[in-house]
């Protein structure tokens, strides 16, 4: 059974911003709007951060 709910990271916008304003895909949803409770368990990755929590690349 499969069940979607409205992105709480987005607010169903699709769209995320940073501190600067710049704006990119969300990266819960993927730019849906809506996550699947049964896809965003298998998708969930552990990013590196620094502590400023910045993303290491």
């Known amino acids: 059974m499969d ?5 709480k990271a987005c607010d169903g916008t ?4 940073d501190d600067e304003g ?3 895909q969300c990266s819960v949803c993927h730019g ?3 996550y699947d409770v049964d896809d965003i368990s298998s ?5 590196s951060v620094d ?3 910045r993303i290491l690349d």
Not at 3 to 7: D, I, K, L, V, W
């Open 43 to 47: 998708s969930a990755r552990v990013m």
């Open 51 to 53: 502590e400023n929590n």
């Open 14 to 17: 699709g769209m995320l911003s």
């Open 3 to 7: 069940r979607a709910y409205t992105c």
């Open 32 to 34: 849906d709007g809506t």
């Open 22 to 24: 710049w704006q990119y």
